[in-house]
């Protein structure tokens, strides 16, 4: 069983940056990604990265956010920059093992096992 922390989220206007961070409670090398939702909308996959590195973005947030791993620290990033209204929604980072690529997994959130409980973004105009 892993544990899923998520922190980094908050209240900023339209222009500005969060980095949010996921902490995993036990070691291992997971396929990871970051996932959204807000009221009314559909669950989104936002950005996710494979235990081989390769990474795959939402055409909506190309360009702005980046997911990385710190495997030294169990911890999932997601830097976003030049945020909009519309990136407001909770955040929720996703851990598993899976044997699909990245682009793929961005539109399958069952493939990943384990999720945390979600931080709110919140981008005023």
């Known amino acids: 069983q892993v544990q899923l922390v998520e922190s980094g989220g908050g209240a900023v206007q339209a222009g500005g940056s969060l980095r949010l961070s996921c902490v995993a409670s036990?070691?291992?090398?997971?396929?990871m990604g970051w996932f959204r939702h807000a009221p009314g909308k559909l669950h989104e996959g936002v950005a996710t990265?494979?235990?081989?590195?390769?990474?795959s973005y939402a055409d909506s947030v190309k360009g702005r956010f980046t997911i990385s791993k710190d495997y030294t620290k169990n911890t999932l990033n997601l830097q976003m920059n030049s945020l909009k209204p519309e990136d407001t929604a909770t955040y929720s980072c996703a851990a598993g093992r899976h044997e699909i690529s990245a682009i793929q997994a961005l539109g399958r959130p069952w493939v990943y096992a384990y999720w945390g409980q979600g931080t709110q973004v919140t981008v005023s105009s």
């Open positions: 036990a070691y291992g090398n997971y396929d």
């Open positions: 990265i494979n235990t081989d590195g390769t990474t």
